[in-house]
């Protein structure tokens, strides 16, 4: 049975290639609004976290109409840290779009995802975006796309895969580089006539994968996946079964079936072979398992997802401030709500640390982990965080560590400095090349280690015009010791209210985190030393008032306005003996002995 009336495809890029914004024409044009209806920019970036960085975090389903075929679109992220979102929605479509800038050409995600979907056997349409950029190159970009085929060991057909220019801003496609488009129609007509419709027995044993897990207040957990033979209706039994982990067996009655319409879910009674389909009324199921009918339980195999390269230690907040802020304070509630986010994230990795109040959680890189943190912390939750560690793993005997591919587009007069930061760091240059007349193209092969703390002197180095990829590149011999930081802390010497007169005289130190009013504690961070070593300062000393005045000693005290610092920022400048203090209202940086004199004694003993 082949399905002309359905195709499901997925949608892949660079992170900022503009594939949420070419979803939102395809769905405009694709007959899922009314002509006058209001739709915000960036429709399937549905929460907050997204709208507010403009990135893609959560891989999320639509579905357009055009000449009576229904397409599924898979909207998937573009950052190297939710490669794993990628990795099993793939398996859910038969065909993807692979979205290339005009400008920047195949960046290292555009290669990660692109090997997947050739894995899989997929077939691609490439898509060049952004044609209506100034710097735009489309015939050098549309050879390096060849060239990326070729070094994927691309097969005949794919290395022929259809070509074709786009604006995702304006809506508009066409076959020919230099003449624009009216509309997306030539898109829509490519994916309807070259990428496959589903096909399978409709007549067989019920079989489906799922691909990714939802959570409804209503009907509890929903299981998202593609039917891969067999239909499925309404209260009818199913077994549970899974791949790569024979104990997982069960069985279920299915409570609703919804299918994707335009960018919401309509209850159906029944579904079919190549339909795209939520479940609910099965409960612990999770990404991986098969739903199949019970007379055959037969599991599909499942591509283990990438393993995790960094760790976090995930502690309850024991500092002189702990449960004033937040809601969710306790070991039991910090604990809880990590392993349920293993329920959903295929990436993350939880274990019991080595006290009741410790927990290690392991991720794909520093962002993966950061948005967990950012968005637990909107929840409610109040807690601690170490420093990023790397996974090391023993190979053949020796120890060896993860390694990343950084690509670097700087302009001209800031390579010096990022050559030397990058040298700093251990990296090898793999390639240098000029990006038009002003700017650079530098490749690297770098420790993951290498990159904590990084990003934003990055951004000073270039004096904020520097770009900075980076995707995950295997395993390598271990490269030596690295210094992560060459800065020291200011760290408060007293518990109570920073005052103007002590904070004057400590910014002399170095840059300032605090204003003002600020409550602080003992051991608390408040400040950044340029040199290497903590410095104590009293943040909380006031002028003392005598009754004998100097001409000049009323003057208004000039403080430096202090730096905010955000979560990321805050997570690369911590030190190993620091903690991040994460609440709703609040980070604050602090040393893990918090008592002064406690705390130099602990550090004349490791010398």
């Known amino acids: 049975m082949i399905r002309e009336d359905l195709r499901n495809i997925a949608i892949i890029a660079h992170v900022d290639h503009g594939k949420t914004t070419l979803v939102d024409e395809l769905l405009k044009q694709g007959g899922v ?83 997947k979907a050739l894995e899989l056997g997929h077939k691609i349409i490439v898509v060049i975006n952004k044609i209506d950029r100034p710097d735009a190159r489309l015939d050098e970009v549309g050879e390096e796309v060849l060239e990326l085929l070729l070094d994927l060991d691309a097969s005949d057909e794919q290395l022929d895969s259809p070509v074709l220019f786009c604006s995702g801003r304006d809506g508009t496609a066409s076959a020919a580089p230099f003449t624009p488009g009216k509309d ?266 290498g990159l904590f703390g990084y990003r934003s002197e990055f951004l000073t180095d270039t004096k904020g015009e520097g770009i900075l990829n980076t995707v995950f590149n295997g395993y390598q011999p271990y490269k030596g010791d690295i210094t992560r930081r060459f800065t020291g802390s200011l760290v408060a010497f007293e518990t109570g209210e920073a005052v103007g007169y002590g904070l004057f005289n400590a910014q002399a130190r170095g840059i300032m985190f605090i204003e003002p009013g600020t409550p602080v504690y003992e051991g608390m961070v408040v400040g950044l030393s340029p040199k290497i070593g903590d410095i104590s300062v009293n943040v909380c000393k006031k002028k003392q008032l005598t009754n004998t005045r100097a001409a000049g000693s009323d003057d208004a005290l000039r403080l430096i306005p202090p730096k905010k610092l955000s979560l990321e920022e805050a997570i690369e400048i911590l030190g190993e003996d620091e903690l991040l203090e994460v609440t709703p209202k609040n980070f604050r940086i602090r040393k893990r002995i918090l008592n002064n004199s406690l705390r130099l004694k602990a550090q004349s003993k490791l010398k």
């Open 33 to 115: 609004y009314r002509e006058n209806q209001v739709v915000e920019e960036r429709v399937m970036d549905n929460n907050a976290l997204e709208r507010e960085r403009g990135i893609t975090i959560l891989a999320k389903n639509a579905a357009a109409y055009y000449k009576g075929v229904k397409i599924n679109i898979v909207d998937t992220p573009g950052h190297a840290d939710f490669g794993g979102e990628v990795e099993r929605v793939l398996k859910m479509v038969n065909g993807v779009i692979l979205l290339v800038d005009a400008a920047e050409g195949p960046m290292p995600q555009t290669r990660f995802v692109l090997s």
């Open 184 to 449: 997306l129609s030539v898109l829509f007509d490519m994916i309807v006539d070259y990428l496959p419709a589903p096909e399978g027995e409709s007549e067989d044993d019920f079989q489906m994968l799922i691909s990714s897990i939802d959570y409804s207040e209503y009907v509890g957990r929903m299981a998202i996946g593609r039917i891969e033979r067999g239909s499925l209706s309404l209260n009818q039994e199913v077994a549970v079964c899974d791949f790569h982990d024979k104990s997982v067996s069960g069985k279920g009655k299915v409570g609703a079936i919804y299918q994707i319409d335009g960018t919401g879910r309509v209850a159906v009674e029944k579904a079919s072979v190549g339909d795209i389909v939520c479940v609910s009324g099965l409960e612990n199921i999770t990404i991986g398992n098969t739903l199949t009918a019970t007379t055959n339980p037969e599991p599909i195999e499942f591509v283990k997802i990438g393993e995790p390269t960094v760790e976090m230690t995930f502690s309850v907040n024991d500092s002189p401030f702990a449960g004033k802020e937040g809601k969710f304070v306790t070991s039991r509630q910090l604990r809880d709500r990590l392993y349920r986010e293993l329920l959903k994230d295929v990436s993350l990795r939880v274990r019991d640390g080595e006290t009741t109040d410790n927990f290690i959680v392991s991720g794909r890189g520093e962002m993966h982990l950061s948005i967990l943190i950012e968005t637990m912390r909107r929840e409610g939750y109040e807690f601690a965080v170490s420093t990023p560690r790397v996974l090391f793993k023993e190979i053949d005997g020796a120890l060896h560590e993860p390694m990343e591919k950084l690509l670097i587009d700087v302009p001209e007069e800031s390579v010096g400095a990022v050559m030397e930061k990058m040298g700093q760091r251990k990296a090898e240059l793999i390639q240098m090349a000029p990006q038009g007349s002003t700017r650079m193209r530098i490749e690297y092969s770098i420790p993951a280690r």
